[in-house]
């Protein structure tokens, strides 16, 4: 199936240009810890929230704990098959 | 009266077309009537000002339709908007059926947030109850329909809690008056009236069946329901129930629970079903906290949330209709040929996760840095943590899984119709919009606003925030891939509740049942046949000449009745609607 026009370009793009999209995404998070270190909160709110990337590390370490423990540890105690909804028949 | 100058109930044309629609001949003109009255709603809620109309008077006690103030206005105003955004998506659908349940649904919601009392309030409660589950219904599968009858007797306990509050309430203070509850002397009804809300607010653990029915609605069904029934309830708490502690731990518990589930499941709709409970999460845990601004929080989410939330279901809806499937597992590649869905997908996407200049930045924060000015700091981390698995589950994993991995999917797509991208089209722009424009939004909260969202560290907060959630995403995104399952969830302790119910109910009964048929054949069968064998001598001598002529009027009306009773409960369900409203509506408006 062809695609044309905009969705041709975003197909296109995911594939070819891989490479770019990441070393972009990589200097993105370099730029927003580096913008961190001169900008912070007047105050501290959490506690060590003025230390710079605080938030960067809470939403890096928040987002790989949660995956690890929901998918290796919670998900095969809780399974069932697929488009069964009940336990008892 | 229902109707004055100032005051023209947004439900009223719901109703009135409801009723008509069954009645209108014709294949699809009809179908141009439906905007009508989701229009009319919202020029009648532009137009409101305070006050109290539509008092009537019912056993003494006066029944208020339409309590008119800041805090009705806002949760109607987003209403009447979702109502045409959902109408819009549902254009195409030529069943009358379906038109007719959201009409109601609708009109149920307008009911609700107006009613000035109890009793207003319960009516207005089980019509939604009612008409919502149809949505589920007329999916027409077999999984549809079971759920459907979980997802309705699941809300018809949770109906009879409010039920009983509000009958115990009566008996001790004499009114049905909704009003706000004091936390420091609430009475046991006032728990009560509280868990029925819950109920239907979807608070872990009274949750399980917004996951186990959404998913299972009809396409646009799913859109009306995942803006209507939970944030009625978030309503209604608002009103009554600010300042309960209980709520402010709960609504960060569900905060929480809705995004651990989100991130394993695999049905796209049941991924933004657990964003749901998670997203409510917030609400409630506003309301709990009470102070102004957390109130102002919570209301200011809802609104936002109703709008991409509507969004979000309409993106999952169109891979549906498309590609027959909302499974991640069967889905993939598809960006190259729906880059419209998954664009206007994305403003949901980050309008949920709270990137700023889009809606849920404004609403969002404001709950959260309330949450910190009030010194609840654990609820606020809660909050955040539930904010990353947000951008985590519907950010970054549907969409990646949906329209992103694999190589260009080659499926055949069914054709979306116009009128979809149209509705989705609308809600992107308004979530947008009060993204840039705050002031849409604020200038319709309860209470005067303090709170500036775009302050700079804010900003580079969420951004920080949201792009090393992604960066969490790109490390473990081998693991978190969808596989096959259906996760267990409380549903499996309301089912052994009721299995237990049924045991404790049905085994005394039958034991009763058998010693019944055994006396009935011994002592009363013998007796019986002495009587039949007196009174067939007196039916010979005398009745049979009188009684002939109404014995036929007694087929005639028992035939009709078996007609009537197919036997199936959701006939039983429509036309005890039918009945109830027919009822109303003589009392309304005489």
């Given at each position: 199936m062809e695609t044309k026009g905009f969705g041709h370009w975003l197909d296109t793009t995911r594939e070819e240009?891989?490479?770019?999209?990441k070393v972009?995404?990589?200097?993105?998070?370099?730029?927003?810890?580096g913008v961190n270190l001169f900008l912070r909160p007047h105050h501290a709110e959490y506690g060590y929230d003025t230390i710079p990337g605080f938030w960067a590390a809470f939403g890096l370490l928040v987002s790989v704990l949660m995956v690890l423990v929901m998918k290796k540890i919670v998900q095969p105690l809780i399974e069932r098959p697929e488009d069964r909804d009940d336990d008892d028949s | 009266m229902t109707m004055t100058p100032d005051f023209l109930h947004p439900a009223f044309g719901f109703i009135l077309l409801a009723l008509i629609l069954p009645f209108l001949r014709g294949r699809d003109w009809w179908r141009w009537l439906l905007p009508v009255p989701a229009v009319a709603a919202i020029l009648s809620v532009v137009r409101m000002e305070p006050g109290t109309y539509g008092i009537l008077h019912y056993l003494d006690q006066p029944l208020v339709l339409g309590r008119v103030d800041r805090l009705s206005v806002i949760f109607a105003n987003v209403f009447a908007i979702q109502a045409l955004i959902g109408t819009l998506y549902a254009f195409h659908v030529r069943e009358k059926a379906h038109h007719i349940a959201s009409l109601l649904y609708v009109a149920g919601s307008f009911g609700c947030t107006f009613a000035g009392d109890y009793i207003t309030l319960f009516i207005f409660w089980e019509l939604m109850s009612v008409s919502s589950t149809f949505l589920i219904w007329l999916r027409r599968n077999p999984l549809s329909t079971r759920a459907g009858f979980r997802y309705f007797m699941f809300h018809t306990v949770g109906g009879l809690f409010l039920l009983a509050g509000l009958l115990l309430r009566y008996h001790a203070a004499g009114d049905f008056l909704f009003n706000p509850v004091d936390p420091a002397s609430a009475h046991l009804y006032d728990w009560l009236i509280m868990i029925g809300f819950c109920v239907n607010a979807a608070v872990v653990p009274l949750h399980a069946w917004l996951p186990d029915a959404y998913p299972e609605a009809t396409i646009p069904g799913a859109v009306f329901l995942c803006a209507f029934t939970t944030k009625t309830a978030v309503y209604v708490l608002a009103r009554g129930f600010a300042g309960f502690e209980v709520l402010a731990i709960a609504g960060t518990a569900m905060a929480v629970y809705g995004v651990l589930y989100a991130c394993i499941e695999n049905d796209a709709r049941r991924i933004l079903s657990y964003h749901i409970v998670s997203q409510v999460g917030y609400m409630v845990a506003g309301i709990?906290?009470?102070?102004?601004?957390?109130?102002?929080?919570?209301?200011a989410h809802a609104y936002a949330h109703i709008l991409y939330k509507g969004l979000l279901f309409m993106g999952a809806g169109c891979l549906l209709y498309a590609a027959g499937s909302s499974k991640l597992t069967e889905l993939g590649g598809l960006v190259g040929r729906l880059p419209w869905v998954?664009?206007?997908?994305?403003?949901?996407?980050?309008?949920?996760?709270?990137?700023?200049?889009?809606?849920?930045?404004?609403?969002?924060?404001?709950t959260i840095h309330g949450a910190v000015e009030a010194h609840r700091i654990l609820l606020a981390i809660g909050l955040e943590i539930a904010a990353v698995g947000t951008f985590l589950s519907v950010g970054i994993k549907l969409p990646y899984f949906a329209f992103w991995s694999k190589p260009t999917n080659k499926m055949e797509l069914k054709p979306i119709p116009l009128n979809m991208y149209l509705a989705m089209g609308i809600a992107a722009a308004l979530c947008f919009a009060q993204g840039l424009y705050p002031h849409m939004l604020y200038s319709l909260l309860p209470y005067p606003v303090e709170f500036h969202p775009y302050a700079h560290w804010a900003v580079l907060q969420a951004f920080l925030l949201l792009s090393f959630t992604g960066l969490g995403f790109y490390f473990i995104r081998r693991i978190i891939v969808p596989h096959p399952a259906r996760n267990l969830d409380f549903d499996v302790l309301y089912r052994a509740v009721g299995?237990?119910?049924?045991?404790?109910?049905?085994?005394?009964?039958?034991?009763?049942?058998?010693?019944?048929?055994?006396?009935?054949r011994t002592a009363g069968l013998r007796g019986l046949l002495r009587f039949a064998a007196g009174s067939s001598w007196f039916d010979k001598k005398g009745i049979d000449t009188v009684v002939d002529g109404s014995a036929y009027t007694v087929r005639n009306v028992g035939g009709l009745s078996a007609r009537l009773q197919t036997g199936r409960l959701q006939d039983y369900l429509a036309w005890a609607l039918l009945a109830a409203l027919c009822l109303f509506a003589i009392f309304w408006w005489t």
């Open positions: 240009q891989k490479g770019l999209w972009l995404f990589f200097v993105l998070l370099a730029g927003l810890v | 709990g906290i009470g102070t102004a601004m957390t109130v102002n929080g919570a209301v998954m664009i206007l997908y994305m403003v949901g996407a980050v309008s949920i996760s709270g990137m700023p200049f889009f809606n849920g930045f404004i609403s969002k924060n404001m299995n237990a119910l049924v045991v404790l109910i049905c085994k005394p009964l039958s034991l009763v049942d058998d010693r019944w048929t055994e006396v009935y």
